[in-house]
């Protein structure tokens, strides 16, 4: 299994970046995927995911300004951020959902067995 962020980069308040994540080596359709972010000195949190079907589920705070899709043809999952803050500055790191199919604890890390390298994201004036 292999996950390659990319898309990371530096904007300024209020600009957007758009994330990307390419899979392989498993059967990409069949599971979950989902999205955290680590900001320094603090713990990796939850950011979005998705279900093996096409059910978003985003943290509370992030709603309405990050949006996460899939194209199950190119294996490969995005997250388009916009509005950003100077406080959506950390790496963001995708991951594989443990389960096949559906996951009701699509928030927790414990639940993904497989990590990207990660992608930083820098959001100052």
């Known amino acids: 299994v292999q996950l390659v962020e990319s898309g990371g980069g530096s904007v300024q308040p209020g600009g957007s970046l758009r994330l990307s994540c390419a899979a392989s080596g498993f059967t990409f359709a069949n599971y979950g995927m989902g999205w955290f972010r680590q900001a320094p000195g603090k713990e990796r949190e939850f950011v979005a995911a998705f279900t093996w079907t096409t059910n978003a589920y985003y943290a509370d705070s992030l709603k309405g300004r990050f949006t996460m899709s899939r194209d199950n043809a190119k294996n490969t999952v995005y997250l388009q951020m916009d509005s950003l803050r100077p406080e959506d500055t950390a790496i963001y790191y995708c991951?594989?959902?443990?389960?096949?199919?559906?996951?009701?604890?699509?928030?927790?890390?414990?639940?993904?067995?497989?990590w990207g390298q990660g992608t930083q994201v820098t959001v100052s004036s």
């Open positions: 991951a594989k959902n443990k389960k096949l199919y559906y996951n009701p604890r699509y928030d927790l890390t414990e639940e993904y067995d497989y």
